[in-house]
């Protein structure tokens, strides 16, 4: 997804300051064919001048969006790595209208400019192609948007990468209370869930959550679930509340307080979403 022909004008925020570091925003515009509502976060840059060795290290991807095509939710986690010389290569669980495609290998190229922005053009599985732009906000961490002005595309997401820190990984790390949330939905139907539950540390997880749709708010659902990490951080899970059938939910680690997953959902006209769970 490029910059929207049209847009143009000044643009006017209001921002909460959440630390010295970082500040939520929220455009205060009206709405208009020329002027899109736009939210987000400021974030203090660090560790600049950037390179392409800004991105050596392991790097987790979150990218929530829309696909215009088929006019349905799309999000993607996975594994990131640039190394000096411009390589880029990982792997990515992919959820497109609900359809669930784990695991799936990318090589690329990357380049990182010394003001922090970059570009990543990968190669995804045998058939698909991909464009990234990238802002760095520190080492291994940057806002990352799909599609980029030479490049665009008809998904169009945007998300994060954040380093990966605290392996190798095993289940029995992951032990005690952790919240989960929806993160940012990208449609009306996206099923927004909040709550908390406790993970055994065997690979299993009980708790309560409240669930949200266009059909209103159910609250208080207990849940049960299960987990397997495996050592490089990657892994699976079932959890009734967050799928639908009996496929299994991909999981990528952050660290050994924060794991994202992409769930399919797929209930009559719900849409999947990225999950956040959070120690």
């Known amino acids: 997804a490029g910059v929207p022909s049209g847009v143009t004008g000044n643009f006017s925020f209001v921002y909460y300051v ?24 400021w974030m203090n840059q660090s560790g600049a001048p950037y390179s392409n060795a800004s991105l050596g290290g392991v790097s987790i991807l979150e990218m929530t969006g829309f696909d215009t095509t088929s006019m349905e939710s799309s999000m993607a986690i996975g594994k990131f790595t640039c190394d000096s010389g411009g390589s880029a290569s990982g792997e990515v669980d992919e959820n497109d209208g609900d359809a669930i495609t784990a695991g799936v290998a990318f090589v690329g190229t990357c380049s990182v400019a010394s003001d922090g922005r970059g570009r990543a053009a990968l190669a995804i599985g045998t058939s698909q192609t991909e464009s990234l732009t990238i802002y760095m906000i520190a080492p291994n961490k940057a806002f990352v948007l799909e599609g980029e002005p030479t490049a665009p595309n008809t998904r169009a997401q945007s998300g994060l990468l ?13 032990a005690g209370t952790f919240t989960l949330s929806t993160q940012t939905p990208a449609s009306k139907d996206v099923v927004e869930i909040s709550g908390s ?4 540390g065997g690979g299993a997880f009980s708790g309560f959550v409240d669930r949200s749709t266009s059909a209103g708010l159910t609250g208080d659902l207990q849940t049960t679930g299960t987990y397997s990490m495996t050592s490089s951080g990657g892994g699976n899970g ?30 009559g006209a719900e849409q999947g979403a990225i999950i956040v769970f959070e120690k």
Do not use: H, M, Y
């Open 238 to 267: 079932t959890c009734p509340v967050l799928q639908s059938g009996t496929d299994p939910i991909p999981i990528r680690v952050v660290s050994p307080s924060k794991f994202v997953v992409v769930a399919p959902f797929a209930a």
């Open 197 to 200: 539950v406790v993970l055994d």
């Open 162 to 174: 954040e380093t990966q820190t605290g392996g190798p990984f095993a289940d029995s790390g992951f």
């Open 18 to 41: 959440v630390s010295a570091s970082e500040a939520l925003v929220l455009e205060t515009n009206t709405r208009s064919a020329t002027i899109p509502v736009l939210s987000g976060e």
